[in-house]
């Protein structure tokens, strides 16, 4: 059975940072794209960031500049460091992969910006 599990959220004032961690375990043969999306309330959830298993990434413009997706192969892990946060980022973060072809995600994590 593989899990993302997911950490490193919480609570921040406007200018802040804070680096989120997800690690997927399991049985793992292949791990492809990996991702950040984000769901506000009352919004839908968003794409933030990706990166394949090139090591190409690809962002939302909302956080470009701001945002840096990077993983770890060895450790099944991918992070999200999130600088100059701003109350509108204020969401739940979930982490996706496409583990072994099919699609997993995380059960989320709150990030909280004050301004």
């Known amino acids: 059975q593989v899990q993302l599990v997911e950490s490193g959220g919480g609570l921040v004032q406007a200018g802040g940072s804070l680096r989120l961690s997800c690690a997927a375990s399991?049985?793992?043969?292949?791990?492809?794209?990996m991702g950040w999306y984000r769901q506000a309330p009352g919004k839908e959830r968003e794409l933030v960031a990706i990166?394949?298993?090139?090591?190409?990434?690809n962002y939302a413009d909302s956080v470009k500049g701001r945002f840096t997706i990077s993983r770890d192969g060895a450790k099944h892990t991918v992070y999200l460091q999130m600088n100059s946060l701003k109350p509108e980022d204020t969401a739940v973060y979930y982490c996706?992969?496409?583990?072994?072809?099919?699609?997993?995600w995380g059960q989320g994590t709150q990030v909280t910006v004050s301004s």
């Open positions: 990166i394949i298993s090139g090591g190409s990434t």
């Open positions: 399991g049985i793992i043969f292949s791990l492809n794209n």
């Open positions: 996706a992969a496409n583990v072994n072809y099919n699609s997993y």
